[in-house]
């Protein structure tokens, strides 16, 4: 693949770049149909003609369509175009991790609809599901298009999730149930459709409260999660913060996790220099059945992506759903 910062516009049947200056301003999805046909044209991009902060939505726009062959192209240019951006230098280095897809067409063929607050994937001859609780950003650490690339390879049932309340998932999923208890039995009959023996969850950043939360109500047998919050209590947080965050008061989940008959298993991963994030997790240290990791040296929120990058990634995914693994770290 010709890396090679590029000098000029494409001819390929492609409006002229400096056309597309104009026009994305009016419909940011025209650069996403100009990558595309750039890519299947395998011609190249001058990219200085048009604002990074648009290269930067059409790149969005591919990923949601999605198009992730077509980002998977772009997104390296962008970062040799760009090296100062550093999305464009992340989202580079994720689309070189990326798995393929899976040899399951069905489960392969999932696309995110953004809409939806709950997203059931089937996998055929799976036992296990499991629920992935999105974060504030209604991501699970990247956009679910991608992330599902990774989740292929476990195979198992998968159900998303989203709290467009921003209520933490404390209030439950609205569009699912009008309040928590209903939800927790929405979830437990969706579950006991789908045929699974075993529940496993995931949470990200703010989704980590609902995996945690979760997890308990639905007897899950072990819980993963990246950079999140395990008591949003003022008294823990601080108003301001909670304010700031735009984060709805909720509670401290140690309790919950003391007083539990039948805990599951989990494993917090958190950055070793952000200080919030370290707090939170090590709120539940020293209880049973749970496990702290820290992402050395990272001082941002992304610890999932630091997995990802220094390839433990995959190991914690592993732990997660292994059905022979008692509490410890993986």
Known sequence: MNLQRPATAPTSGAPPVQDLARSALRDRTELARYLCRIYESGAEIDFQRVDRKLWGVALDRLIYEPRLDVAAFAAPRMALAFPEIT??????????????????????AFRDDVTRE?????RAG??????????RAQRIGMPLNMIHRWFGQLGVHFIYLRDYQRANYDKGIQSVAPDLPTTFGVLRQVIAELGASRVVCYGNSLGTYGALRYALELQ???VLTFAGPTNLTPSFVGSSMLERMRVAPGIDLRPLYEDASCAPRAHLVYPEHEPDDRAQAENFSGL????????LDASDHFSCLHAIFEGRYERLLEWL???YRSAGAP
């Open 87 to 108: 999305y464009f230098q992340t989202m580079a280095s994720l689309f070189a991790f990326l798995p393929p897809p899976t040899d399951d067409p069905s489960f392969a």
């Open 118 to 122: 709950m997203q059931v994937v089937p």
């Open 126 to 135: 799976a036992s296990v599901v499991l629920l992935a609780f999105c974060g």
């Open 220 to 222: 899950a047998e072990a």
């Open 288 to 295: 049973p059945n749970v496990t702290l990791e820290m992402a």
């Open 321 to 323: 759903i292994d059905p």
